[in-house]
């Protein structure tokens, strides 16, 4: 396969604020007004670091205080924000707005798929995307790896080898580390569950997880109800084992909907299984209210029928109280609890773990027959970072930072993206899920945007049933927000010019 | 569940080697006549470590000349044996042989078994040894942890690790880390296997290897030929996977009855693949001669099914040149290759790997959905372990050690079993695969064994079909020879006195 070179995307660096206040104000009023109208223009953008307090005082010759009141100017005006222990940050400005993404029509529930080629679909993707190896990354599902703790992960993982010597050569426990899990079992309370250390299996990352959960419940041909549109990985799962798909409508507000599932129990008495991810769905990024977390968990208990929680991002939501897991509201072992730590801690580390409801013994004896225990030392590193506050300061940041680049990213789709273009904004984490005008192609977009040296997801796999054939799915990317903002920019200027391309033809 | 303690096992600890030997002979005669009585008597057993010439010239107060030719004589009378870079050893003593185990009866074809309940039978045992976690350990499947690389590979990963910060933040290569990958498929070549870095795929261990074979070739309800007797957690990952387990016989010494087979194929249309494991077969301990590999192979391509080769215990076999693999004989992509690096360098590293022959695509495409990529660390570990000799360096002193303890607990088991006992020697590794008299039933054995404080594994979970409930299978244990002498004379006892209740009650 040949390798495409692509022309870089070269940002405009931002120069030096202009300085032209009026004199009769007080100084820290003229600074913060310099500094406003460099944030109003693009020269400083959402997302950047504002100077340091010790820079600014250098820099303009001015006390601490001066400094200090200018930043509160700004600060209350919302166009810079503090971060602990990380200095000021530009923040996005109001008007960056895109109408919100339609609602699904809840009345067509396409027939349940079984094999449709979904993983040639994405394979196709996948070896387009390497053609091009050196293309702007926007269509990844993990936050740029500046974001996550490399330095302390590091560390604590030379201090786990050099206190436990025999981790690489001694075989592990079978379900996983027993302190990881005690951990794993108290923290779980945040999100709601009560389960004890016993109660969990660690896994090879969240999809190992899902395929345990599935296979447990189901047999090849039986049918498993999914949120449209859906994670591609979870449809290749189920084409893997031979299930059957059928889509259930996702609001991009509010996730599954719960009328179209409980309409589809009774026309599918064949459904064996809801595979649900309840908070920050890939790729709609929206999370399911309390309510109906509850009816969905009530319905499925009164169908007999599992229902499988993917909850990956949960820590990611944008939220100052913690979120509740599905399995919060499980009376009976209905709701199988899936999750990892890749998305919020290391994608490098593949540690998921699984509780399996009243299917936990039959879990244990699949994944012990599939994969036995887990490594040790990744589960060693992991028990010692959940241990101190370490964690939680980590997903703090990575919180903050996530939504500044969601900011920028949304203001810069606001102004590039041509009309018809709709959007709703994520509560947290990563994804974008962009509607385009009906006329673009997400597949000709993609194949067109990989030319630019762009790499976004099409819509095409986020569905069995073609169902979504003009969305696209970006996630934030690197945390040069400059590039970032290039980038959307050219996306931009290409889903202008096929939108008017097709209107032209129709005209 | 209440845990028991027992009788810890206490051996005699040999004293100093008696000092009788004629006067008139050389110094070098006399003192090898010294040590060749105190090996004959039990006083320096196999496996021991003879005093390096050092000690031996301090003690005896001779030069290095008269201890080397001391040493020669003994070596000439295959009493010790030299060991690069670790000194002399003792040698097992030839008269410790037992009758060889009874071939297998060919007529006896089973049904294909689906759902025998094998993982009930198997999770009741493990659940037992929990009850006993004291217990002297012949139970097992690896080798004592001592006897891997411990020091090396903790040095290895921190270096790894301060090389490459981002290891376990920055997320793995799909198929598994490429350089990696690049030298498998170049030690491959020692197997007879000619493949590229491409045809390689890692997996979590040998068994996630295997499981994603007989997925890619299976449905559920196909049936699967094993050898019987069999590794029991194959058996389970058919149970697990809704496959039956069609047992072919196998000899103790040249393994799968190929003849067997043959008629197995025909009297079976509904096999869809074979699974061996050619190179010490767990239990048997035996290697399939590369007359019967060639067969075996020949056979399976012409019915047109999968030959899946398990292949982890290779590089234990005692043999001057390395052994082939069965992928060796394969033209037509029939055999898939599956094996890992648990038993040969660490236990606690979960990685192995798979060529899948003509199901290469759908078996990388049933990984990817599985599990995702392996872990970064423990491969980069691994590859620079290969890379260098040490990997070579240490199988060469895994082998020397296990040949030491194979040839010791031939011995001990030859002195204390009963008439009646077969055991036909491993070719290497670590399993001892050992026939009772045919009035022992192995289930209480192993009960009455757990209370003296002693884990082996019962036969009974070597067969769906209740084949070889007099058999147990013991495991070269931890490198305290001298407890493993115990633990064998305890169960020697015991066997013996199970036999004389059975033939009382007979009489």
């Known amino acids: 396969m040949q390798a495409h070179t692509v022309k870089p995307l070269e940002p405009l660096k931002p120069g030096k604020p202009p300085n032209d206040a009026p004199a009769d104000e007080p100084l820290y009023r003229q600074l913060a007004a310099q500094y406003r109208r460099a944030i ?59 109408p919100a993404a339609s609602e699904p029509d809840l009345a067509s529930l396409p027939g349940a798929a079984q094999f449709v080629g979904i993983h040639s679909t994405i394979s196709a993707i996948v070896s387009q995307l390497q053609r091009y190896p050196e293309a702007f990354n926007l269509g990844g599902a993990t936050a740029s790896s500046d974001l996550y703790p490399t330095d302390a992960l590091q560390k604590a993982a030379l201090r786990a080898l050099r206190r436990r010597p025999t981790l690489l050569t001694a075989a592990g426990a079978e379900q996983g580390d027993p302190a990881l899990r005690g951990i794993i079992a108290r923290r779980a309370l945040d999100a709601g569950i009560q389960i004890g250390a016993d109660d969990i299996i660690m896994t090879h990352g969240g999809i190992e997880a899902v395929n345990l959960a599935l296979r447990a419940v189901t047999q090849p041909g039986d049918t498993v109800a999914v949120e449209s549109p859906c994670f591609f990985g979870l449809l290749q799962a189920l084409e893997s084992l031979g299930l059957r798909a059928l889509e259930i409508p996702a609001s991009p507000s509010t996730g599954l909907a719960i009328e179209a599932l409980d309409f589809a129990l009774h026309t599918h008495p064949d459904i064996k299984a809801v595979v649900v991810v309840p908070n920050l769905q890939n790729p709609l990024g929206c999370v399911m209210p309390d309510s109906h977390k509850a009816r ?26 913690p979120l509740r897991s599905l399995k919060a509201w499980d009376t009976d072992g209905t709701v199988i609890h899936c999750t990892s730590f890749n998305k919020t801690l290391a994608p490098g580390m593949r540690v998921g773990w699984i509780h399996g409801g009243r299917w936990h013994p039959r879990i244990g004896m699949l994944k012990f027959a599939q ?111 400059d590039l970032a903002d290039e980038a959307l920019r050219r996306l931009g200027r290409l889903a202008t010019a096929m939108a008017a391309r097709a209107s032209a033809r129709a005209a």
């Open 296 to 321: 969905l968990v009530e319905l499925c208990a009164r169908a007999g029928i599992a229902l499988i929680e993917d909850d990956p991002y949960r820590e990611l939501v944008d939220s100052a109280k």
């Open 371 to 481: 994969s036995r225990h887990n490594e040790q030392l990744s589960q060693v590193v992991l028990a010692e970072f959940l241990e101190t506050n370490a964690y939680e300061r980590h997903l703090r940041r990575l919180r903050e930072r996530l939504r500044l680049q969601r900011e920028r990213m949304a203001a810069a789709l606001a102004a590039s993206f041509p009309e018809g273009t709709r959007f709703t904004p994520p509560a947290g984490g990563i994804f974008f899920w962009v509607e385009l005008p009906r006329t673009v192609s997400s597949a000709a977009f993609f194949d067109a945007a990989l030319k630019e040296g762009i790499r976004v997801m099409p819509g095409t796999v986020f569905s069995n049933a073609g169902r979504f054939d003009h969305f696209i799915r970006l996630s934030c990317p690197s945390t040069d927000l």
């Open 40 to 98: 109003r223009h693009g020269v400083l953008r959402p997302g950047e670091r504002m100077p340091s307090m010790r820079a600014f005082m250098q820099r303009h010759g001015v006390s601490l205080a001066t400094a200090t009141e200018s930043y509160r100017v700004l600060e209350r005006e919302a166009l810079i924000e503090a971060h602990p222990r990380s200095g000021y940050f530009v923040r996005a400005l109001k008007s960056a707005a895109l």
